[in-house]
């Protein structure tokens, strides 16, 4: 019984500020704020009732837990308050002028630049490395085992030459898609120009067999026209829908239909890894802390270019392998519960902080972005990206590699904008002069 009253309190905690901003502030800043908010409340408290006998294994929602979810809320009751404030956050609109000949055409300079550019990474990784998994077709004759398929994947993208062409399969995809959507709204791509690029990136995505690029792609997509305000009830379901039918026939590829699994199988596991799963492994995490294991103390934190004295801990293998015994695939541990498996609940408030400090940054940045189309794509982009925070490691919601691709692509694009300038100014400088007859 109290279980269910956690539950249900923990329900009313994450919607009601959803549902203020949605009714009083309703800024387009606030998408970032919204996407936390919804982000959580699917991931780790929608699917707790899912969790028990859950691979012969029940764990309850504790004390602990309620208490870390109701922190993890606290930076969407302050953007709830500081929303309603007009002064702080104002309420702004995209205004891209692409009604400039000189603007749109540098914007689809800059726009074929970007897709030659991934081109280029792509054919420089099949002649330097190889091809990748999704090209190679002997992965045919391993569809629908998803030990061999993991394998495969785990080969390729721990390949150290890998890190040096991700860019190109992930990030600079992921944008480039959503910029061409956007100028096929503003008419300036046609339909099929604008399949080919989605199809691409789609391709591009799940070219090392990773499962959720296809369902992001729609979702920023869908974020997009929300955006921009060219989405009705219907294309909102249909996206949703595209979005369920990604991920599971990703599923299917990775599992199959034999006897093995039957559809209901999938269909189930499919469930259970959106709604239940996170929160499964955060319960693992607070209820083992300390009790069972020692605080990491930072060690499962990233460690770039070794600049600290330690080794970092795989801290999804360490949950697979203690939570399910075995080492296929991975068990993301939601970045409230990565902090507390370092810190205990001084890193759950040290979480919060960083949440509230990058969603301000998100939010506050958006005033800038909305005069360039490559800075507002790369801001959807960031802002979908937030639903990591409660998927797995907060760093993987700050992707800095975003950022700078939304900068280098907007000088060039203010640089070949200034060009066509000059040379437009030229070229009717130089035009002869209509003689004039006088009377």
Same mark, same amino acid.
């Given at each position: *019984?109290?279980e ?18 949605m ?5 387009a ?5 919204? %996407?936390?908010g919804?982000?959580?409340w ?11 006998? &859950?691979?012969?294994?029940t ?17 969407l ?12 956050f104002?309420?702004v ?6 009604? @400039? ?15 030659? *550019? %991934?081109l280029? =990474?792509?054919?420089?990784y099949?002649i ?12 045919i004759? %391993? %569809? =629908?085992?998803?030990?061999d ?8 993208t721990? @390949? ?9 399969f ?7 898609? !959503? ?6 709204l503003?008419? &300036?791509?046609?339909?099929i120009?604008n399949?080919?690029s989605i ?6 995505t799940?070219?090392?067999?990773h499962?959720?690029?296809?369902a992001?792609i729609?979702?920023e ?7 921009l305000? &060219?989405?009705k ?13 990604s991920?599971?026939?990703?599923? !299917?590829f990775?599992y199959?239909?034999? @006897?093995?699994f039957?559809?209901?199988? !999938?269909l ?16 693992? =995490?607070l ?6 294991f020692?605080f ?12 600290f @004295?330690?080794t970092?801990?795989?801290l ?24 507390y ?6 890193g759950?408030?040290i979480f919060?902080?960083?949440v509230?400090?990058?969603?301000s ?9 909305r ?7 790369a ?7 937030? !639903? ?30 200034s ?5 437009t ?6 035009a002869?002069?209509?003689? *004039?007859?006088?009377?």
């Amino acid at each position: *019984m109290l279980e269910i009253i956690y539950w249900l309190t923990l329900n009313c905690a994450v919607l009601t500020p959803i549902c203020l901003m949605m009714r009083y502030v309703r800024n387009a800043a606030f998408l970032p704020v919204l %996407i936390y908010g919804v982000s959580l409340w699917v991931f780790l408290i929608l699917g707790i009732p899912l969790q028990s006998n &859950k691979f012969d294994r029940t764990i309850h929602c504790g004390l602990e837990y309620f208490l870390v979810i109701l922190a993890v809320c606290v930076p969407l009751y302050a953007f709830a308050v500081l929303g309603m404030f007009r002064r702080v956050f104002p309420r702004v609109s995209i205004e891209i002028d692409l009604c @400039n000949k000189a603007r749109a055409n540098a914007a689809m300079t800059t726009y074929i630049a970007l897709w030659l *550019m %991934i081109l280029c =990474g792509v054919l420089a990784y099949i002649i330097n490395v190889g091809k990748p998994p999704i090209f190679d077709m002997s992965i045919i004759d %391993i %569809i =629908g085992d998803a030990q061999d398929l993991k394998d495969v994947r785990k080969a390729y993208t721990y @390949n150290p030459e890998f890190r040096t062409y991700k860019v190109f399969f992930y990030s600079m995809p992921l944008l480039v898609v !959503i910029v061409g959507d956007y100028l096929h709204l503003r008419g &300036k791509i046609g339909s099929i120009g604008n399949i080919i690029s989605i199809l691409g990136s789609m391709i591009l995505t799940i070219a090392f067999l990773h499962k959720q690029g296809p369902a992001y792609i729609i979702i920023e997509l869908l974020l997009l026209r929300m955006l921009l305000k &060219k989405i009705k009830a219907r294309s909102f379901l249909i996206a949703i829908s595209l979005v369920a039918a990604s991920i599971l026939g990703m599923f !299917i590829f990775f599992y199959g239909l034999d @006897n093995r699994f039957s559809f209901a199988d !999938i269909l189930m596991m499919l469930v259970r890894r959106v709604f239940s799963s996170y929160s499964f492994n955060l319960e693992f =995490g607070l209820e083992r802390f300390p009790s069972d294991f020692s605080f990491f103390y930072g060690t499962t934190l990233p460690n770039p270019a070794d600049i600290f @004295n330690f080794t970092q801990v795989d801290l999804s293998a360490f949950t697979m392998w203690y939570l399910y015994g075995n080492l296929l695939g991975n068990a993301p541990m939601p970045a409230a519960g990565e902090f507390y498996v370092n810190f205990g609940f001084t890193g759950v408030l040290i979480f919060v902080f960083l949440v509230f400090l990058w969603l301000s940054f998100l939010v506050y940045s958006f005033q800038f972005v909305r005069h360039n189309v490559f800075l507002l794509c790369a801001w959807i982009v960031l802002s979908l990206r937030v !639903i990591s925070c409660n998927q797995q490691s907060f760093f993987s919601a700050t992707d800095f590699k975003m950022i700078a691709l939304g900068i280098i692509f907007t000088g060039i694009n203010y640089f070949i904008l200034s060009f066509l300038q000059v040379f437009t100014k030229r070229s009717k400088s130089l035009a002869p002069k209509k003689n *004039m007859l006088t009377a």
